[in-house]
């Protein structure tokens, strides 16, 4: 069960079919099918559990990156970490670094910071395992009801 406590998370969603889809300021971007990670943080009330309600929900309003191309991919799984230290950054770069690895959309996700991108895209499911060995504190998971 997904705490209410603040803490960094990514965010695994399977696209089925490649598309091309208007990402707010960063304009028309091309997904192609495949598993997207996608590396956030939840700070604000209801702490992960409700960040990550809400990017399971599929109606919402896009205010985040994320949110539209959420919009076509399902999420099947979270990883995540509880505390008030941010780690979507550097969780970014450990993804980068996971075999597979390439980066979709320059600067999705990352706008509020200097990052390449938060979202990463991998032909199949990237491994929790090697993502959590990469990073400097315990990662749990969650799995989705798909």
């Not at 996608?38 to 990156?65: D, E």
């Not at 799984?77 to 780690?87: A, E, F, I, P, T």
Request: hydrophobic share 40%; glycine share 8%; charged share 20%.
């Amino acid at each position: 069960m997904i705490p209410k406590e603040p803490g960094s998370y990514v965010l695994i969603m399977e696209l089925p079919t490649s598309v091309t889809i208007r990402v707010g300021h960063l304009g028309r971007l091309r997904f192609v099918r495949g598993w997207y990670a996608y590396a956030g943080s939840a700070c604000g009330p209801g702490g992960l559990k409700a960040r990550l309600r809400r990017h399971r929900r599929a109606a919402k309003s896009k205010h985040w990156h994320v949110d539209y191309l959420r919009a076509y991919a399902q999420p099947t799984s979270v990883w995540y970490s509880v505390g008030l230290q941010r780690r979507e950054c550097s969780w970014a770069e450990a993804l980068s670094e996971l075999s597979g690895a390439s980066m979709p959309a320059p600067r999705f996700g990352a706008s509020d910071c200097r990052c390449a991108a938060h979202l990463f895209h991998f032909p199949t499911s990237p491994a929790k395992s090697d993502f959590a060995s990469s990073v400097d504190v315990p990662v749990l998971e969650e799995v989705f009801d798909v």
